[in-house]
């Protein structure tokens, strides 16, 4: 699967999703988020995801559903 994925180019749009963290090392979404870019409001705040809620967000929002990408073995380009 990580094989046949693409990175985003550097004038794709962003995605600003306001949850509770991110946790930007999973494998599906390291190849498009800088680490720069993961923020909290409060500089006293981790913006490391500890519920696993904000991580899940943040991959709908960067491959939709992934059933149609688990079932096929065509590329994904990331936009």
Do not use: K
């Not at 870019?37 to 006293?44: E, F, G, K, R, Y």
């Not at 981790?46 to 709908?60: E, V």
């Amino acid at each position: 699967f990580l094989a046949r994925i693409s990175p985003p180019p550097a004038t794709a749009p962003a995605l600003c999703l306001l949850d509770r963290g991110v946790n930007r090392g999973h494998p599906l979404l390291r190849i498009a988020m800088d680490e720069q870019h993961v923020l909290a409001c409060d500089p006293a705040w981790t913006p490391a995801d500890r519920h696993g809620h904000g991580t899940a967000m943040a991959g709908l929002g960067l491959y939709g559903c992934l059933t149609e990408h688990l079932g096929s073995t065509t590329p994904i380009v990331l936009r």
